[in-house]
T-cell receptor, first 113, second 110 residues
Framework: DGGITQSPKYLFRKEGQNVTLSCEQN?????MYWYRQDPGQGLRLIYY???????QKGDIAEGYSVSREKKESFPLTVTSAQKNPTAFYLC????????????FGPGTRLLVL | RKEVEQDPGPFNVPEGATVAFNCTYS??????FFWYRQDCRKEPKLLMSVYSSGNEDGRFTAQLNRASQYISLLIRDSKLSDSATYLCVALNQAGTALIFGKGTTLSVSS
């Protein structure tokens, strides 16, 4: 079945530690996105990529980094510079030109110990 | 002012009720709008697109008023399974990313 997978489902981070969230899709979509959702809040865009080896900052990119070495993969690293990383992280993908229809992965919940 | 604003609710309605959600957007250059549905602790999924001419899908009707920069979603004959958070969404001016509202929570009870 085609879709988006995110791992792990839950992730714990210690203070000062970098952690990487995985996102893989087999939908053959060119565009991929990372969002953060806090309780009672909408989704906020962290980074997005429309093509391999290229990505753009979203509204809240500070403290995060991404890479897009393969079309299928768009990992997100939460660095120690992100002072409030506890949130629900959602990865999505879409066809270029059809950004309104984004397919989301099941999300990763990141908690700081 | 947030780009997309919604009444967070919660809206608590009995089965069979009709309920309407409203949303406003601040960027008059935005061209495309949508409603997404998000179940508790799950990922959002596209519910429907919103057009000036209105868009109906079964019990759901979405409407766009560009003059007032206002979007609505009407749910008729509410079902228990409609309980979720409904996210109002605009495509950004560049057409490259979505801007999400905070969501309106609906709880349908028997």
């Amino acid at each position: 079945d085609g879709g988006i997978t995110q791992s792990p489902k839950y992730l714990f981070r210690k203070e000062g530690q970098n952690v990487t969230l995985s996102c893989e899709q087999n939908l053959n979509h060119d565009a991929m996105y990372w969002y953060r959702q806090d309780p009672g809040q909408g989704l906020r865009l962290i980074y997005y990529s429309q093509i391999v080896n290229d990505f753009q900052k979203g509204d809240i990119a500070e403290g995060y980094s991404v890479s897009r070495e393969k079309k299928e993969s768009f990992p997100l690293t939460v660095t120690s510079a992100q002072k409030n990383p506890t949130a629900f992280y959602l990865c999505a993908s879409s066809i270029i030109g059809y950004q309104e229809t984004q397919y989301f992965g099941p999300g990763t919940r990141l908690l700081v110990l | 002012r947030k780009e997309v604003e919604q009444d967070p609710g919660p809206f608590n309605v009995p089965e069979g009720a009709t309920v309407a959600f409203n949303c406003t957007y601040s960027n008059s250059a935005s061209q495309s709008f949508f409603w997404y549905r998000q179940d508790c602790r799950k990922e959002p999924k596209l519910l429907m697109s919103v057009y000036s001419s209105g868009n109906e899908d079964g019990r759901f009707t979405a409407q766009l008023n560009r003059a007032s920069q206002y979007i609505s979603l009407l749910i008729r004959d509410s079902k228990l399974s409609d309980s979720a958070t409904y996210l109002c969404v605009a495509l950004n001016q560049a057409g490259t990313a979505l801007i999400f509202g905070k969501g309106t929570t609906l709880s349908v009870s028997s």
